[in-house]
């Protein structure tokens, strides 16, 4: 075998060629023909909208090239600058490549390179001497959605089931959203953007930057724009699609809530709601039209700051125009998130924006959590028939790093890291840094040496997606195509659910991992009998997911308890009864839990507020180690205001601190101009804490979303995604912005 | 065993010392040997006037340290002739009996100065020519106060001017042909450059054929055809011959001037046999046509060319330019491109002036800057230069060359303000 | 490695580039003494800079006969030990931009050598016109003002030539030019050498 | 002679949302490593107060009808072809950098062989008759190659409808479509 690929036995060795869409493809690289040996149809599985169809030239079981699939009816062929980048990704030289045992002290990131059979035997080990001490629960495991499938999850879950270990639960991403938004409507759906691009009159978007989240709804976009519709963006950041809007609203930070009660206000005040809809598809309007009294437009002017000549103009526009509301992730990520939802799906259905191919409400695709919904037979593969399964605790993952300092009886011990970058996407940085140098035992499997590896004390290398199975549909088409291996992993990588099974057989589970298992029969056993799984595997797909679980135009009709749009939700509202929080059936408006109105105090000091965009050049922390993303993304830059500039000094291209009580950034490049309003500062989520440009080292964690999980320290024995979910509050971030003594010019 | 190379070169001048050190560059981890047939490690043969005149001292005409070429990780084996190539075994064979093995071969056997060997007396004592060092050691332990330099090339006027330096109090250029340096300038401009010389004591006799050398034991006159002139010494610069002996025995196809003939590679008519400098005849940048360039810069260029090509690389020599270039003592000259024979009387346009002791002479060939000559100064040459490449280029279907527009082909000062504004936009 | 950015559209021709060159060279504001040149053709003709580019194949290299010209693979400048041109010329005929010319008050022909690492012109340089960048820096910072033009933010001022150095402007250069060469430097000297300048351009035509 | 056609590449700034996807396809297509950038997408800022937006221009080689580069080029290494793309023949470059001073638009690229290189308009491809890569895979159908015929046909298909439709005046008065 070559150097760059060393046998391990227990690895799978399949045929791949199956796969091939087409054999002996000839393909241009830097001018010169290359005959690839095959080309393999599989997609992407990031944590983004789009799940774009991919078509990638192998040969010489290397990746050379990677292509959008033309056929995918969403995606057409294109794909966004990561997408392209992986081949450079998948090819780096820095990948790691072999298992590594730290040697040196957590952080310094010293290792040796040992054998799978080392480490193998040193996680059993561990974890078996934690087990025994501690008992099992002091394991757990930390994934999220670095590569988002959610097969490999599943095996995992299998055995982290057979152990006994604490179960991760939540997402720090979007729930919040999600438990407002499944409080007002139930389950949740999206409609094909072509749908809505023949039909809509007004496209309302909010907390959306398209640019680097959803590149493929722009071609949607433009052919609703260009047959005559209007878009309008809330966003509180000059954004690529708030450039291509008839409207930009921009409220200040956590405010969205507001906007939209203001605007239902004048709805309602100047008789322009749907009266028919809100007869025949609601309850609790009177409750809600009581509460909006307040929100006159000059008091939501004042709380938003937005001219409320823009709000009544927006509300007029979405009340008499056909509105297709695309709400996107980041007017959640506030403490008061889950409101701000329930507001704007209220508000949605004050303009009757439900159920209709040009008016409808998008928040996210219940095949965002298919095991959840039952699209996906999750237990089938995480609770094996016959096994033994204990009831473990839960950990909430939006506040791992609390669990891990608070957790007794017993005390997290251990924790296996994949997917995910712990340190550098969980806020206060410094805090989960302590968390991680309390563990006994901390393995992260990794592409690359990142924030997390320096941590670790073993590092096992990990595939890139493009050499392993998964299944992820999407959660904003309906499109769905089964991930293959195009390649054979170079060096000593391993897919991740092979390395679950192997630790699992070593562990005593035998019965539970056969060697004969292959990802594919993993994959298969989760989709399960949902839909025809051979027409979405290479060479065939994609294929609509099925009218069951994706209408084609959703809300016709909503499973919320009432059978009906709930404007005052009675699943907040029970669920309310039972746990702590801030469970309120209707979408009363409270300030974030960190700005300028909630914390005047703390705001003469921190007067900026910072939100985090996710940029189109990472998915979170991926891909900033490339040369391609690195010479496009340059430097970590902070975006302020003119008038803020000035007022401290700061101009164009100058370096400057970020600092607030919990940590400081230095040498950030500043970029001063139109981005934000006076008061408001951005920079980009996901950049590594050892590249000094994270800005997690600032942001609190404050779990959004209606369930007080830091009152139970983040240790749950029961929890409901949908209606309990958290999100980081990222964006309620306070800090003061100075310049820099030393200039680099200078 | 057989020593063995991947790139062997044969000629440690120019032209073999650059493609020594581009294939050095290009692919360091090959071997590359470079022969010599003097003990001496490549020096500027352009910098010999100098070195006689006395201005520079010997170390001063080095190039290369024999130490710059270890450094490189170049084999260097100079005092070693070549006896004959044998392509088919990819061997070369030294005089010593020894065989080398090459992988690629460069041939940089440079040329050697015309004799005339028959003439009476051009083996006496005192007949000297200026192509090596040695030559010039030679003449300078020769001694004497009287020369006639015969040939008004470059080596005629730099001989010239550097005997005059060095001392001698008569030196007398004799050409044979109507003007000095008929080949490169007009007679207008030719008579300048006479002006100048005289100027400096050197006594310049044209249209005046050398018939013989005068002497017993040893030179002391030479006669034309209208006199005798005496003399201690003869220098000959009558011109220099592609030194292509090695190559025709070993089958390499010549060109139809004589040398070698490459292509724009640098690639001869054999596989794995390259060549450059003095040796090969190329493509005349301005006419496009067969040439052989006997200069340094033509040498080093192609050199580095064959060299890179040698050890993997892409690279083309786009061909070069007849230069006249002599800038020594006062004396500057320039010519390029056509003179005003070359083109046809209808389409010629000559103006010539000049301004503050500079002679400026430019030749337009249906409207295009077709040739240069000056005297008295370098200023604008890189432009005139740039013109007459891009001139050059005007069959081609996208060619930026422009004429000069009628209004502006009144003087040289109007052709030069109207070159200097097409350089850019 | 980085390099003189000429960017002809911010020049003023006001030629403080060359005066400050050839004060350091030979302590007199004397353009025939630089070894920077900005040549111009006309009032709205466009501008060139005749320096030493620090071409990766110089044609230098190869013309010069007595291998005194050198290109350093690990700086990438082109150096000259000029102590030892015989001033052939090789190099001023053969250099495609015209960067090299024999200075009167040497015998030797030279060119820029960037002054070390800090070139002085770009020190002076009122307009921003020459940039001492890398090639990545100088064609980022070119897409981006392009940009500014077409959209119109602030990139019409730009577009136009940029006007002469101000009194104050000579003055700054002129404390420049002397702190970085230890004299004092008259700024009526430089605003004159610059006029008599323009002068002879105007009568040359152009 | 007979002219080809001139083939250019158009960017429709109105619908550029600033993806940079043409940067990393671009990159792949012509195996560029971190660089050269053949091309680049800018941002410009503009407006005040409630017209303040991000514009995004991608930068690639504009492949000028009169290009300055091939004009200021002294080495002849570039060209323009008959159908209208500007090409560099890189053996012939010295690496002087006149290109880049003289282009209007600082595209010329230096790699790290010092030879300029820059966008070819992905020639190899229009010889097949495919478009070039950043054309073809632009997300927001942003990037065009084609005649300038055929361009201003596609962009009059793109815009005239709107035009009509007038972006939502009508409907504010009482005529919504509903």
């Known amino acids: 075998m070559s150097e760059t690929f060393n046998d391990i036995p227990w690895r799978r060795q399949e045929d791949l060629d199956a796969y091939a869409v087409r054999r002996n493809v000839p393909v241009w690289i830097g001018g010169k023909k290359v005959i690839a040996d095959r080309v393999v149809k599989t997609c992407c599985p990031h944590n983004c909208y789009d799940t774009c169809g991919e078509l990638v030239y192998v040969k010489d079981e290397k990746v050379i090239k990677i292509e959008g699939d033309p056929a995918h009816p969403i995606t057409k062929g294109h794909l966004c600058l990561k997408g392209f980048a992986n081949v450079q990704k998948i090819n780096s030289p820095d990948r790691v490549k072999y298992p590594l045992l730290r040697t040196g002290e957590r952080g310094e990131g010293k290792f040796r390179r040992i054998s799978w059979d080392e480490a193998m035997d040193w996680m059993v080990d561990k974890i078996q001497s934690i087990q025994k001490t501690y008992g099992p629960e002091a394991i757990l495991e930390y994934c999220y959605s670095g590569n988002r499938e959610h097969m490999a999850k599943a095996v995992a879950g299998r055995l982290w089931n057979l152990m006994g270990a604490s179960k991760l639960v939540g997402s720090f991403c979007l729930l919040s959203g999600v438990a407002g938004s499944v409080g007002c409507v139930g389950s949740q759906y999206t409609m094909d953007p072509q749908v809505w691009a023949d039909h809509a009159q007004t496209l309302f978007l909010v907390g959306r930057n398209c640019t680097a989240t959803n590149p493929h709804i722009f071609p949607f976009l433009y052919r609703a724009k260009e047959r005559g519709a209007t878009i309008i963006v809330v966003d509180p950041y000059a954004t690529g699609v708030a450039a291509k809007a008839d409207i930009h609203l921009r409220p200040r930070p956590g405010t969205d809530g507001a906007l939209a009660l203001g605007m239902i206000h004048w709805i309602l005040a100047q008789g322009l709601e749907d009266k028919v809809f809100i007869a025949e598809k609601t309850t609790g309007f009177e409750e809600l039209a009581a509460y909006v009294k307040e929100w006159t437009p000059e008091l939501t002017e004042r709380v938003t700051t937005v001219p409320k000549e823009q709000i009544i103009r927006t509300a007029e526009i979405l009340a008499k125009t056909d509105a297709m509301f695309e709400t996107g992730y980041g007017q959640q990520r506030y403490s008061n998130g889950h409101q701000t939802q329930q507001a704007l799906a209220c508000l949605a259905a004050v303009c009757g924006s439900f159920g209709k191919p040009s008016a409808n409400y998008d928040c996210i695709s219940g095949m965002a959590f298919p095991g959840i919904t039952g699209f996906a037979n999750g237990a089938a593969v995480s609770a094996p028939k016959g096994a033994d399964i204990p009831k473990t605790r839960l950990v909430n993952i939006a506040a791992v790093a609390r669990a891990v300092h608070e957790a007794q009886d017993p005390p997290i011990k251990g924790i296996l890291s994949y997917r995910g970058g712990l340190i550098s996407q969980q806020p206060d940085v410094d805090y989960t840094i302590e968390a991680v140098k309390k563990l006994d035992m901390f393995v992260t499997i990794e592409q690359f040496m990142t924030d997390d590896t320096d941590y670790a004390d073993l590092v096992l290398p990990a595939c890139h997606y493009l050499e392993q199975y998964g299944v992820h549909p999407s959660y904003w088409h309906n499109w769905h195509q089964i991930l293959v291996p195009v390649c054979q992993p170079p060096y000593e990588c391993v897919p991740d659910a092979e390395i679950f099974a192997q630790l699992g057989r070593r562990l005593g589970y035998e019965a539970y991992f056969p060697r004969e298992t292959s990802g594919l029969d993993w994959c298969r056993m989760l989709v399960g009998e949902q839909c025809d799984f051979d027409a979405i595997v290479s060479p065939n797909g994609p294929a609509r997911n099925p009218e069951k679980w994706c209408p084609e135009v959703p809300y016709q009709t909503f499973d919320t308890p009432s059978g009906k749009f709930e404007f005052h939700s009675s699943l907040l509202e029970e669920r309310g009864k039972r746990f702590a929080g801030h469970y309120d059936p209707l979408p009363v408006y409270y300030e974030p839990d960190e700005s300028v109105e909630a914390t005047p105090e703390l705001a003469k000091k921190y007067p900026i507020n910072i939100i985090s965009q996710h940029p189109s050049f990472r998915t979170h922390s991926q891909y900033y180690n490339l040369p391609w993303i690195r010479e496009i993304e340059g430097e970590a830059r902070v975006f302020l205001s003119r008038k803020d500039a000035e007022a401290r000094g700061i101009r164009d291209g100058d370096k400057v601190r970020i600092f607030n009580d919990r940590g400081q950034l230095e040498n950030i490049t500043a970029r001063v101009g139109i981005r934000l309003k006076p008061g408001v500062a951005e920079m980009s989520s996901g950049m590594w804490v050892k590249l000094g440009g994270s800005v997690n080292k600032l942001t609190k964690l404050v779990p959004a979303g209606p369930r007080d999980i830091l009152a139970e320290d983040g240790i749950l024995t029961e929890y409901d995604p949908l209606l309990d979910g958290n999100t980081g509050s990222y964006f309620n971030t306070l800090v003061e912005i100075s310049r820099m003594e030393e200039q680099p010019w200078k | ?425 | 490695m980085k390099r003189l950015s000429f960017d002809p559209a911010r020049c003023s021709l006001c030629g403080a580039c060359a005066l400050a060159c050839s004060l350091s060279r030979c302590g007199r504001p004397e353009p025939a003494e630089s070894r920077i040149r900005i040549e111009c053709a006309g009032p709205d003709e466009p501008l060139r800079s005749a320096v030493c580019a620090h071409c990766e194949q110089p044609a230098c290299v190869s013309a010069c006969m007595r291998g005194i010209i050198e290109k350093d693979e690990k700086s990438g400048l082109v150096t000259r030990r000029w102590e030892n041109c015989f001033a052939c010329g090789a190099c001023a005929v053969y250099c495609p931009v015209g960067a090299s010319s024999q200075e009167p008050s040497k015998k030797a022909f030279t060119a820029c050598d960037l002054c070390g690492g800090d070139p002085l012109c770009v020190a002076v340089c009122p307009s921003g016109a020459l940039r001492f960048e890398e090639d990545a820096e100088g064609s980022a910072r070119r897409r981006s003002a392009y940009a500014g033009r077409f959209f119109g933010s602030g990139g019409d001022k730009a577009q136009e030539r940029p006007g002469l150095p101000s009194q104050a402007d000579w003055e700054r250069i002129a404390s420049a030019v002397g702190g970085r060469l230890g004299v004092a430097v008259d700024p009526e000297s430089l605003a004159d050498a610059c006029s008599r300048q323009r002068k002879a351009w105007e009568e040359e035509g152009m | 002679m007979e002219v080809r056609q001139q083939r250019i590449l158009y960017i429709d700034p109105a619908r550029c949302m600033g993806c940079r996807a043409c940067e990393t396809v671009c990159k792949l297509e012509n195996d560029l490593p971190a660089g050269p950038r053949y091309t680049m997408v800018t941002e410009a800022e503009t407006g005040e107060g409630e017209t303040e937006k991000l514009n995004f221009l991608p930068v690639p080689c504009q492949h000028c009808g009169d290009a300055p580069c091939v004009r200021a080029c002294p080495t002849g290494a570039l060209h323009k072809r008959e159908d209208g793309v500007v090409l560099t023949d890189r053996r012939k470059c010295v690496g002087c950098h006149e290109c880049l001073w003289a282009c209007p638009f600082g595209v010329p690229q230096f790699a790290s062989d010092g030879r300029m290189s820059k966008c070819t308009m992905c020639v190899h491809r229009l010889d097949e008759g495919t478009l070039p890569a950043c054309a073809a895979n632009c997300p927001a159908e942003a990037i065009l190659c084609d005649t300038v015929e055929n361009i201003s046909r596609i962009l009059r298909e793109r815009y005239g409808k709107t035009v009509f439709c007038g972006p939502f005046a009508d409907r504010l008065n009482g005529e919504a479509a509903r």
């Not at chain 2, 001698?168 to 490169?184: C, G, H, I, R, Y």
């Not at chain 2, 070069?320 to 389409?347: D, Q």
């Not at chain 2, 100064?377 to 050059?392: Q, T």
């Open chain 2, 1 to 425: 065993m057989d020593a063995c190379f991947d790139i062997l070169i044969i000629g440690c001048g120019a032209a073999g010392s650059s493609a020594a050190f581009a294939a050095k560059k290009t692919s360091p981890a090959l071997s590359v040997c470079v022969l010599g047939s003097e003990d001496l490690p490549v020096y500027s043969a352009p910098a010999l006037p100098d070195l006689l005149s006395g201005e520079l001292s010997r170390e001063g005409v080095f190039v290369r340290e024999r130490s710059d070429y270890e450094s490189a990780g170049i084999v260097l084996r100079l005092g070693e002739t070549v006896r004959a190539i044998d392509p088919e075994r990819r061997e070369v064979h030294l005089e010593s009996g020894e065989a080398l093995r090459y992988g690629e071969l460069i041939l940089a056997t440079g040329s050697q100065p015309i004799r005339l060997r028959r003439m009476q007396g051009t083996d006496l004592p005192g007949n000297f020519v200026m192509k090596s060092m040695a030559d010039v050691d030679a003449m300078a332990a020769y001694g004497g106060s009287r020369a006639v330099v015969v040939g008004s090339g470059a080596i005629g006027l730099e001989g010239s001017m550097a005997l005059k330096a060095r001392g001698f109090e008569q030196v007398t250029l004799v050409e044979a042909l109507d003007w000095l340096s008929p080949k490169s300038l007009d007679k207008e401009t030719s008579d300048e450059l006479a002006a100048v010389l005289e100027s400096f004591g050197v006594e310049v006799l044209t249209g005046e054929a050398v018939q013989g050398v005068l002497g017993e034991t040893r030179v002391t006159g030479v006669r034309t055809a209208k006199r005798d002139i005496p003399c201690d010494l003869v220098l000959w610069g009558i011109g220099m011959r592609p030194d292509v002996e090695l190559a025709k025995a070993a089958g390499i196809p010549l060109g139809q001037l004589g040398a070698i003939r490459v292509d724009e590679r640098m690639c001869t008519g054999l596989s794995h046999v390259y060549a450059c400098g003095d040796c090969v005849e190329s493509t005349d940048a301005l006419t496009g046509k067969p040439a052989v360039h006997l200069f340094w810069e033509p040498a080093q260029r192609g050199g580095s060319v064959a060299g890179a090509n040698a050890a993997g690389a892409d690279e083309v020599y786009q061909g070069s330019l007849a230069v006249f270039l002599t800038n020594k003592g006062g004396l500057s000259i320039l010519a390029l491109g056509k003179t005003a024979r070359e083109i046809t009387p209808e389409e010629r346009v000559i103006l010539q002036e000049k301004r503050d002791g500079v002679f400026r002479r430019l030749l337009l060939e249906d409207g295009y800057l077709a040739g240069v000559q000056t005297v008295g100064s370098l200023a604008d040459a890189d432009l005139l230069c740039a013109v007459l490449k891009r001139n050059a280029e005007r069959s081609n279907g996208w060619s930026l060359a422009v004429p000069v527009p009628e209004e502006c082909r009144c003087s040289v000062r109007d052709v030069m303000r109207f070159l200097r504004r097409q350089r850019r936009g």
